[in-house]
T-cell receptor, first 114, second 113 residues
Framework: AQSVTQPDIHITVSEGASLELRCNYS??????LFWYVQSPGQGLQLLLK??????LVQGIKGFEAEFKRSQSSFNLRKPSVHWSDAAEYFC????????????FGAGTTVTVRA | DGGITQSPKYLFRKEGQNVTLSCEQN?????MYWYRQDPGQGLRLIYY???????QKGDIAEGYSVSREKKESFPLTVTSAQKNPTAFYLC????????????FGPGTRLTVT
């Protein structure tokens, strides 16, 4: 079965600074990878996804992520953070042999300071 | 406007009572999911359904039950057998393809005292 690790529970970043959120997965075959964002008390919104092709994926809100097979990683980045990016971010991996289920990481909470 | 609705947003119950959480989608998606979210634990899958009249247990199904009588609806019942039911519950739906995203509802926060 697949699993996802997000090593950072909480990150604080200054507005305008860059942001990188780490995600490592454990999966035997080519994974289907997703990043979601959740504002407090809300549902999740998809930022971007990867399943094949170019390993650098562009998403919404100025986010991008890079798939590195050799490192089993799918890190999320944003060059310049806005106060509205304060939220919780979840990495997820899908397994084509597991009925379209997703496994989610524990999440990283991002705080943006002025 | 297509999407997923969950009601109510906040729900309070006394211990020992069963409670049903509503989830409706108008995205014409075949698959629907229920997750439980607790602080620091991410999302854990309770039940999922790929087609009408069929559903499977997820990772933490004990103390929960579901039905899928209509494509649009996937209600979750939290029974009195669930030992720690207070949590944030999220419903999601997707097409039945692994690379398609899951669309999430706004969630229901259940508090049992």
């Amino acid at each position: 079965a697949q699993s996802v690790t997000q090593p950072d529970i909480h990150i604080t970043v200054s507005e305008g600074a860059s942001l990188e959120l780490r995600c490592n997965y454990s999966y035997g075959a080519t994974p289907y990878l997703f990043w979601y964002v959740q504002s407090p008390g809300q549902g999740l919104q998809l930022l971007l996804k990867y399943f094949s092709g170019d390993t650098l994926v562009q998403g919404i809100k100025g986010f991008e992520a890079e798939f590195k097979r050799s490192q089993s990683s799918f890190n999320l980045r944003k060059p310049s953070v806005h106060w509205s990016d304060a939220a919780e971010y979840f990495c997820a991996v899908g397994d084509s042999s597991e009925d379209y289920k997703l496994s989610f990481g524990a999440g990283t909470t991002v705080t943006v300071r002025a | 406007d297509g999407g997923i609705t969950q009601s109510p947003k906040y729900l309070f119950r006394k211990e020992g009572q069963n409670v049903t959480l509503s989830c409706e989608q108008n995205l014409n998606h075949d698959a629907m999911y229920w997750y439980r979210q607790d602080p620091g634990q991410g999302l854990r899958l309770i039940y999922y359904s790929q087609i009408v009249n069929d559903f499977q247990k997820g990772d933490i199904a004990e103390g929960y039950s579901v039905s899928r009588e209509k494509k649009e609806s996937f209600p979750l019942t939290v029974t009195s057998a669930q030992k720690n039911p207070t949590a944030f519950y999220l419903c999601a739906s997707s097409r039945r393809q692994i690379w398609d995203e899951q669309y999430f509802g706004p969630g229901t926060r259940l508090t049992v005292t």
